[in-house]
């Protein structure tokens, strides 16, 4: 009696025993005792993505990889040849953005540039239709001038481009307007805005008075949160020379450089610390020997081995430009006009030379693709350079020539949202006003060629894998 009895008490202190282990290890996996030490390699999205004291600390970025977790929680490595891009790198290379409505676009791709111009104004948000409302440019000579309209477009039915916005007439400041934009990025796959610059409260003459560096942090916030990280496109703002853009630079390095949005990469000739990439529109304006001072490792006033140097991107327009892109010490060019063949660097028959030409003295070839050309609502005298939209024929053409001829690594989009020149890739919708029919993406839908972008995007090998 005395052994059953025994036996029994052994066998319930087994089962005792099972159930005490079973429950720890459910806890434990679960870390509901929180004794796991919370690395970076867990699953911590939350605390990142929130905690912006941690996030605005410069991240530890290995020289040959960085690992950069997508929206869809997806780790890469950047692979990219030296003789285009060695890493690109941002500080937000860390970051998850695995909460993100956007996964099943699937992951941005940071090889994919557009421009985006955050100029635009309404009466409800701004007080003016800024930019929508933009004059027609004359002619420069009088007697062509006077065959066509002058005066101001007077929004919100009559707009100064060819299209007709999805969103309608709307405000760069408003916050939901950003956000749906940043949607449209992950939609078409790009990972990277290049955000049309002037210095602090200067504009364009057409643009709200404050200019567009007063959204830029707006601008990083969110593109943050959508995984969208942000480059900035220097403008010919007046008074412009290669030492103002030096102090632009120390603006941007103090005011931004801390940012996780803020696009940073490293080139085959700068191999030690990520920098941001800067585009320079109509650098040519400045002769190269003044760039020198600014971008020449030996300059009088080089910014080169500073807290503020900058992956700079001269605009190749003339093939003496190659000589400017070389002396001025610019690390890659661009050629930004959707319009093939209306300059020597737009002409994309000359992109496989150009490649040759980068490749062999060590610099970025970003070949700029769009999907047509229109602006004959601000310059109705230059329907001579306009590109019909074939229906996506001729941005096919572009991207194709982009991918295989220039064998580009880096591609850019004009544009985001240019509406005057008809560059767009935003949604348009039909619209027709008195004596006026808007052009659309008929018979395609709205967002047609967000989706066509969203197939190039796959095409571009970022070697991210």
Not at 39 to 63: A, G, H, W, Y
Not at 117 to 135: M, V
Request: glycine share 6%; proline share 7%.
């Amino acid at each position: 009696m005395k052994k059953l009895q025994f036996k029994f008490i052994l066998l319930l202190s087994l089962v005792y025993l099972m159930l005490v282990g079973w429950l720890y290890s459910v806890l434990w996996r679960s870390n509901a005792f929180n004794l796991l030490p919370q690395t970076d390699d867990q699953d911590n999205s939350e605390d990142v993505r929130f905690d912006f004291k941690r996030l605005n600390k410069p991240l530890v970025i290995d020289d040959r990889h960085h690992r950069l977790n997508s929206s869809d929680g997806v780790t890469a490595k950047n692979t990219i040849p030296q003789a285009s891009l060695q890493d690109t790198a941002h500080q937000n290379s860390n970051l998850s953005h695995s909460s993100s409505p956007h996964s099943k676009y699937g992951p941005p791709n940071y090889c994919l540039h557009a421009f985006y111009y955050a100029w635009f104004g309404s009466l409800e948000s701004d007080g003016s239709y800024y930019h929508w409302n933009h004059r027609y440019l004359p002619h420069w000579d009088s007697n062509v001038a006077a065959r066509y309209p002058q005066g101001r477009h007077v929004p919100p039915g009559d707009i100064s481009a060819n299209f007709y916005p999805a969103l309608g007439p709307y405000s760069s400041k408003d916050p939901a307007v950003i956000e749906e934009h940043m949607r449209q990025f992950r939609q078409a796959g790009i990972g990277v805005m290049c955000v049309s610059w002037y210095p602090a409260n200067l504009s364009d003459d057409e643009g709200p008075p404050q200019g567009p560096d007063a959204l830029v942090s707006l601008l990083l916030d969110i593109a943050h949160n959508h995984g969208i990280v942000v480059t900035l496109h220097i403008e010919p703002y007046k008074g412009r020379s290669p030492s103002t853009v030096r102090k632009d630079l120390e603006y941007i390095h103090e005011r931004y450089s801390l940012h996780p949005a803020l696009h940073k990469v490293r080139t085959a000739s700068h191999t030690d610390q990520p920098r941001p990439i800067v585009y320079v529109y109509d650098s040519y304006l400045s002769p190269a020997h003044k760039w020198a001072e600014l971008l020449s490792p030996t300059g009088s006033s080089t910014i080169r081995g500073t807290p503020f140097d900058v992956v700079a991107i001269g605009l190749l327009v003339e093939e003496s430009h190659k000589s400017f892109i070389t002396v001025g010490g610019f690390d890659g060019f661009y050629t930004y006009f959707a319009s093939n063949m209306f300059t020597y660097g737009s002409n994309s028959a000359h992109w496989r030379d150009l490649s040759t030409f980068a490749a062999a003295n060590g610099l970025l070839f970003i070949p700029s693709v769009g999907p047509g050309y229109e602006d004959t609502r601000v310059r109705p005298w230059n329907a001579v350079n306009s590109k019909d939209r074939e229906g996506g024929t001729y941005y096919d053409r572009m991207f194709d020539a982009a991918l295989h001829s220039a064998q580009a690594t880096l591609i850019s989009i004009t544009s985001f949202n240019e509406w005057h020149e008809g560059t767009q890739i935003e949604p348009a919708s039909p619209k027709s006003t008195v004596g006026f029919t808007y052009l659309d993406y008929s018979p395609h839908a709205s967002d047609f060629y967000l989706e066509k972008t969203r197939q190039f995007s796959q095409q571009l090998h970022c070697n991210y894998v």
